[in-house]
């Protein structure tokens, strides 16, 4: 008998992420297809209150290509998961109708808290992360931080704090002028430390365990992949003075020439300035030494609680 099929979409407020795995009992998923695409849904939310219909439409087309794939792979079920973009826009709920449509599948709408979760059990899955850790997603939209002990929730926080509507305040096209940078990085710093509660702030923790986009460039930068590795960047340590050395190698380039760096999509190259703006402020204010790099996230927590719910 085959084994089973499920297929995961991580519907984000800068890219779509597409899991699809081979169910095996007794282990570990196989698999099937993966793939990622920016589409930028979150572009403009935070100046009109709106997804644009720009926006709307790329990442329509992409969700409702993603679906199909997994049912070409033989996908029996596919879970779609939108996060800050739609929960937060005012016709969010109306572009999950049309997607809805469009696709043929439903789409779940999740909380920050649920959203946090989710991430905390992929990286779990994938890291086998044991006792405490103090976990953050940088996203398009928002940032979660999450505290987990053993596996399980402990506290958590969204903050609407994303590399998008950052990037649309803070233009870096050329190369980064550094009082510019400065006051970026300052606002970051202020809002991370007026909005994580003082639990986290105080977890204890030596390192932070990142994951999405923004690290996983930034680890497979500083391997010096020239194609992205996974089971390189799984695991991977940012020290501070890495990530520091980063900012400098990133701030000393255009928009044009981050772009053109390996394992760097030209969608995230005007992001990963305030990305590194919000990792340097996280470790300042937590009081942490470096990044443990997750490639695993969100779309592998979706997948291991629908494999879950299948068996």
Do not use: K
């Amino acid at each position: 008998m085959t084994p089973p099929r499920l297929a995961s979409i991580d519907l984000g407020s800068n890219t779509v992420r597409l899991l699809v795995a081979e169910v095996r009992p007794g282990a570990r998923w196989r698999v099937v297809d993966e793939d990622q695409r920016v589409t930028r849904l979150g572009e403009g939310l935070a100046a009109a209150g709106r997804l644009s219909d720009a926006a709307m439409a790329r990442t329509a087309a992409t969700v409702t290509e993603f679906v199909a794939r997994a049912a070409r792979a033989g996908a029996a079920r596919t879970r779609v998961v939108a996060t800050s973009a739609v929960r937060e826009a005012g016709n969010g709920r109306d572009f999950v109708s049309a997607l809805e449509r469009a696709a043929g599948v439903r789409v779940d709408v999740v909380s920050g808290e649920e959203e946090a979760r989710l991430t905390v059990r992929g990286i779990a899955a994938g890291l086998g992360v044991a006792g405490a850790m103090l976990a953050f997603d940088i996203g398009g939209g928002s940032t979660e931080f999450t505290l987990a002990r053993d596996g399980a929730v402990a506290a958590t926080v969204s903050l609407r704090l994303g590399v998008v509507p950052l990037a649309e305040r803070y233009p870096f096209p050329g190369r980064v002028d550094p009082a510019r940078y400065a006051r970026l990085q300052d606002e970051v710093r202020e809002r991370l430390a007026a909005g994580l509660p003082a639990g986290i702030r105080a977890a204890g923790v030596a390192d932070l365990v990142g994951t999405a986009g923004t690290v996983t460039t930034l680890a497979a930068l500083d391997l010096g992949l020239v194609a992205y590795e996974a089971a390189r960047v799984q695991g991977h340590r940012l020290p501070r003075a890495a990530v520091e050395r980063l900012r400098d190698r990133l701030g000393a380039l255009t928009v044009e020439e981050r772009g053109a760096l390996p394992c760097l999509e030209p969608g995230r190259a005007d992001l990963i300035v305030p990305g590194v703006a919000i990792v340097l402020a996280a470790l300042e204010v937590t009081g942490t030494a470096g990044v443990v790099v997750s490639d695993w996230g969100l779309r592998e927590g979706i997948m291991a609680e629908a494999i879950e719910r299948w068996r």
